[in-house]
């Protein structure tokens, strides 16, 4: 093995909830601008490990290193601003605000970061026509399909152009269209935008169009193919 810097390293991640173990030891090394899926049946520790990734949550034991940076080092401060600059979330259900219309909703990690929009923008409209949710920019997200705001929420995962785009069950309330349409689109974006790409599903017809398939069972790595 070379010595190269992996993006993603996590060294016998371990994560407990009292008595739950949900992480039982996880240890992978993950690469810059690849995609991966990570399987396995519902409780086998694949939302846990996604957040630890992503510095949401903190392991009850081993070590997190993105980009060579060890996560436990840093502080809740240094955790939420490298979650804003360097990752992307999309959950299954859309996070977005109720009271602020889409494209609000997509400039807000790029205000909290603080700086310039004008590029936020100008990808925003780009996205939006690439996707079809132009017409969605200037809605509120009650007003939206299930799938279009889905693909709102990928275009906020997007707007700072993150290195790690971390999918939890993203395409789980999709009818089979969307499904595929969304799997693809967050293919072809991570791979525009230069993004590594771990996408949690527990539906194989995502998890089959990733060639690295990361497969959990009961808080372990089961196998990696
Ligand atoms: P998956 O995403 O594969 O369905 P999770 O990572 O959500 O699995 O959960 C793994 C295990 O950890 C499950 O037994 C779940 O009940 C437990 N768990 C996850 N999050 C919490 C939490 N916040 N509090 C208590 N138990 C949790
Ligand atoms: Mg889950």
Not at 22 to 32: C, Q, S, V
Not at 138 to 147: A, C, D, F, I, V
Not at 187 to 195: F, I, M, P, W
Request: net charge positive.
């Amino acid at each position: 093995m070379n010595n190269k810097t992996w993006l993603v390293e996590a060294r016998n991640v371990k994560k407990s909830f009292g008595k739950v173990e949900a992480l039982g030891g996880i240890t992978l090394n993950l690469e810059a601008n690849n995609q991966y899926a990570v399987k396995g049946t519902s409780g086998s520790g694949k939302s846990t490990l996604l957040y630890l990734l992503g510095g949401l949550d903190r392991p009850s034991g081993g070590e997190i290193f993105i980009s060579g940076k060890n996560l436990s080092l840093q502080t809740d401060d240094e955790l939420a601003k490298f979650r804003n600059q360097f990752v992307g979330f999309v959950f299954q259900f859309h996070f977005l605000l109720q009271s602020m219309t889409c494209m609000n909703n997509i400039l807000l990690p790029g205000r909290i970061r603080g700086g310039s929009i004008v590029e936020i923008q100008k990808d925003t409209h780009n996205l939006a026509q690439i996707l079809g949710v132009t017409h969605c920019l200037e809605k509120y997200p009650y007003q939206l399909s299930g799938g279009e705001q889905q693909r709102i929420n990928i275009i906020r995962a997007l707007s700072l152009r993150p290195k790690l785009l971390l999918c939890d069950e993203p395409t789980g309330n999709l009818d089979s269209k969307n499904t595929e349409l969304v799997t693809s689109l967050l293919k072809e974006l991570a791979s525009d935008y230069q993004s590594t790409l771990i996408v949690v599903t527990h539906d194989n017809d995502v998890s089959s169009k990733f060639k690295n398939q990361i497969v959990l069972k009961d808080g372990k790595l089961f196998e990696v193919l």
